[in-house]
C-alpha cells in the first residue's frame, strides 16, 4: 500500500517524493485497468536490482543494478505482444526526453522484432481529472518542439477513455 509523501528538508526532494506518489499511483491505475479481463495480460516489470547481504528480519539490502527498461510489457489474446512506457505529468506538457535512453533501446526493439510499443501518458490537468494518451513510439519524437502538449498528443496519440474507476483503457482507444 502507499501512503503520502513526508514533509522533507529540501523542497525539491518533496517535490521528487510527490512525483514518485503520483507515479506509483498511475502504475496502480494501469495495472488495474485489465485486471480481470482474461484476453489481456499486462504486468509491470522492476527496476534491476542485485540482492547483496543476508536477510535481517525479513528486509534485505540491494543495490541498484542500472537504469529501468520499460515499465510494462503485455500479451494480448491474438498473439499480439509489446511494451510501453508510462509517464504521468502534473500539468500540460511532456518533454520528449522523459523517455531515456535504455526504454528507447527497448522500445525499438520491440518495433524492430514486429511487436507493439508506445507511450502512455497521463497529463494531470488537476486534482480530480487526468487525461491519458497512448502514443505509437514511431511518432513520439515527431515535430520540431521539445515537448509535447494535449493538443500535440492528440494530434499524434490516441485519447483514451477511463473506466469508472478512473483508470485508463488504453487498449480501447483505437486500432494497434
Not at 30 to 58: H, T, W
Not at 60 to 73: I, L
Amino acid at each position: 500500500m502507499f501512503t503520502k509523501p513526508r514533509k522533507s528538508k529540501s523542497r525539491y526532494a518533496q517535490t521528487g517524493k510527490i512525483s514518485q506518489h503520483k507515479g506509483n499511483l498511475a502504475e496502480k491505475k494501469v495495472l488495474a485497468s485489465y485486471k480481470n479481463d482474461p484476453y489481456i495480460f499486462v504486468f509491470k516489470r522492476y527496476e534491476p536490482y542485485k540482492r547483496v547481504g543476508q536477510p535481517r528480519k525479513g528486509v534485505f539490502k540491494a543495490v541498484n543494478q542500472g537504469k529501468a527498461g520499460c515499465d510494462f510489457a503485455f500479451f494480448l489474446f491474438d498473439g499480439v505482444a509489446g511494451m510501453f512506457e508510462l509517464k504521468s505529468r502534473k500539468g500540460t506538457r511532456i518533454t520528449k526526453t522523459a523517455v531515456d535512453a535504455v526504454q528507447a533501446d527497448e522500445l525499438d526493439k520491440m518495433v524492430s522484432l514486429g511487436h507493439l510499443a508506445f507511450v502512455l501518458v497521463e497529463m494531470r490537468v488537476s486534482d480530480e481529472e487526468s487525461l491519458w494518451f497512448r502514443v505509437d513510439w514511431n511518432l513520439w519524437y515527431s515535430g520540431s518542439k521539445k515537448s509535447h502538449n494535449i493538443e500535440d498528443l492528440q494530434k499524434i496519440g490516441m485519447l483514451c477513455p477511463v473506466d469508472s474507476s478512473n483508470n485508463p483503457l488504453f487498449f480501447s482507444c483505437g486500432s494497434l
